[in-house]
């Protein structure tokens, strides 16, 4: 499984992204995917996490009520729709994959990674 991310970008606080992240292969549809991010000098911390079917979300405290995680089974996407962006977003969002149906907030428990896409948010 390939992941590739997209949608990142220079954003004034307070403002809008949408990642996008587009799987390679068949079997999109039984993995449960994630998102997860890393700021400069820090370690990579879990965002979201999204079923395989769909049905259940995930969110960790910081990005609750301002973040969304949705997939579209039939293109093999996955988003997250960031509002209310905050300076602390900033980060390189990467997408994964997990061969599991379960959500997982831990990035052990992903299989396959996408490359990231940068997300600054400016005061």
């Known amino acids: 499984v390939q992941l590739q991310a997209s949608g990142g970008g220079l954003v004034q606080a307070g403002g809008s992204l949408r990642l996008s992240c587009v799987a390679s292969?068949?079997?999109?549809?039984?993995?449960?995917m994630g998102w997860f991010r890393q700021a400069p000098g820090k370690e990579r911390e879990f965002v979201s996490t999204?079923?395989?079917?769909?049905?259940?979300?995930y969110y960790a405290d910081s990005v609750k009520g301002r973040f969304t995680i949705s997939r579209d089974n039939a293109k093999n996407t996955v988003y997250l729709q960031m509002n209310s962006l905050k300076p602390e977003d900033t980060a390189v969002y990467y997408c994964?994959?997990?061969?599991?149906?379960?959500?997982?907030?831990?990035?052990?428990?992903?299989?396959?990674w996408g490359q990231g896409t940068q997300v600054t948010v400016s005061s």
């Open positions: 994964a994959a997990s061969q599991r149906t379960s959500m997982a907030t831990m990035g052990a428990r992903y299989d396959y």
């Open positions: 999204i079923s395989a079917s769909g049905g259940s979300t």
């Open positions: 292969g068949r079997t999109f549809s039984t993995y449960a």
